[in-house]
């Protein structure tokens, strides 16, 4: 079986800043409140017109630079989303198409805020027998037009972004290793977060919209629960996979949707705060996108160093969860 390495990482904010202030004046909420529940102090979203594969093609093309991989070399581009430009085709092949990945194979997985952690378990599995050398892995999502702006508790949460790697096997022992991966899922509990229009039981139309079934729809407290019960297991589970400590951890990436939550986490798993990356104040919940993005800002501002082991694990819409190990 072949190792798989982290080659190259890259990420794609929108420009436009939306404030917790933005909230105060449509919808009665505060900036206080937004701040101590969540964390959140501003997020990104993009312009009219902007769709995903805008925000992905820009990480992508951002991993494969710093990976010194061409685009023609990827053999496999995965997009964990569930916000794709189209209903079809998948994000994948507009990727492919924007980055001129001419002979890749290229396709979506919608897992939610998890997607990207899928994206990788399934490029891990395409590439440990050597039938697939390179491959790309993008979290990316739209949320900011899924929400409903006059819906209090779920508006303020999301935020719109794309993070990618870029995947290839391992050279040797100074070569980083993907080490250990959980995915999991529990379709027992899809009502807790979903979109109920614009798919094949409630297809769009304009009762559909004027019942707001286009919108997320989400029972926060109870995702809550499960998040947090989840993420500590699925992580526990891959550290004893390997034999390793929570203490031998250099960073920990948990799923950027609530600071309360990172923080019962962390402190569940033993880990200490100051080894906990967050980037939840400034982009909100990005969904497939949040570990991603915050992966490559701390590989970029030379927090994360080749030869860290890196923790990251994420839950979402399914239930969807799972963890990854890894040593960049
Ligand atoms: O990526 C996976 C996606 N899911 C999540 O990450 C969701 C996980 N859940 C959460 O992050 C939290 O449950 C929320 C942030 C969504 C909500 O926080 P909470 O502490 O669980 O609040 P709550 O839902 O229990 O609501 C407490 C109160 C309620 O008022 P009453 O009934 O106590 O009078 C809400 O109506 O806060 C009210 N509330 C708000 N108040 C001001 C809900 N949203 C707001 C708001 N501004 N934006």
């Known amino acids: 079986m072949k190792k798989i390495t982290i080659k190259g990482t890259g990420s794609c904010a929108p420009e436009r800043v939306v404030p917790n202030s933005y909230f105060e004046k449509i919808i009665d909420t505060s900036d206080e409140w937004i701040t101590t529940r969540t964390g959140i102090k501003e997020r990104r979203m993009i312009e009219k017109g902007q769709a995903m594969s805008d925000l992905a093609t820009l990480a992508s093309a951002?991993?494969?630079?710093?990976?010194?991989?061409?685009?023609?070399?990827?053999?496999?581009?995965?997009?964990?989303?569930s916000t794709a430009d189209m209903v079809s085709p998948s994000a994948g092949c507009i990727v492919q198409h924007r980055l001129g990945a001419k002979k890749a194979v290229a396709f979506d997985v919608n897992a939610a805020c998890p997607g990207f952690i899928y994206g990788l378990a399934i490029a891990q599995k395409f590439m440990q027998d050597g039938s697939y050398g390179k491959a790309l892995v993008v979290g990316g999502e739209i949320i900011s037009n899924r929400i409903d702006f006059k819906d209090r508790s779920t508006c303020v949460l999301f935020g719109d972004g794309a993070g990618a790697v870029v995947l290839g096997h391992s050279n040797g022992k100074d070569d980083g290793e993907i080490l250990s991966m959980d995915i999991e899922s529990d379709g027992d509990l899809w009502r807790l977060i979903h979109v109920p229009g614009g798919g094949s039981r409630i297809p769009a139309s304009h009762e559909m919209l004027n019942e707001g079934l286009q919108y997320l729809k989400m029972q926060g407290n109870?995702?809550?629960?499960?998040?947090?019960?989840t993420l500590v297991d699925s992580a526990n589970k891959i550290m004893a996979q390997q034999g390793i400590t929570?203490?031998?951890?250099?960073?920990?990436?948990?799923?950027?949707?609530?600071?309360?939550?990172?923080?019962?986490?962390?402190?569940?798993?033993?880990i200490p705060t100051e080894?906990?990356?967050?980037?939840?104040?400034?982009?909100?919940?990005?969904?497939?996108?949040?570990?991603?993005?915050?992966?490559?800002?701390?590989v970029r501002s030379g927090?994360?160093?080749?030869?860290?082991?890196?923790?990251?694990?994420s839950f979402g819409a399914g239930l969807t969860w799972g963890a990854a190990l890894f040593r960049y």
Request: proline letters at 3%.
């Open 62 to 81: 951002s991993a494969l630079q710093m990976a010194g991989i061409s685009p023609e070399e990827l053999d496999l581009i995965i997009i964990g989303t």
């Open 275 to 298: 080894k906990v990356i967050i980037t939840v104040h400034k982009y909100g919940n990005t969904s497939a996108a949040s570990i991603p993005v915050a992966f490559d800002e701390a």
């Open 303 to 313: 927090r994360i160093r080749k030869g860290d082991l890196i923790l990251v694990n």
């Open 222 to 229: 109870e995702v809550f629960k499960h998040a947090v019960r």
């Open 246 to 270: 929570s203490g031998e951890i250099d960073w920990f990436i948990p799923h950027q949707a609530n600071i309360r939550i990172m923080e019962v986490v962390a402190e569940r798993l033993g």
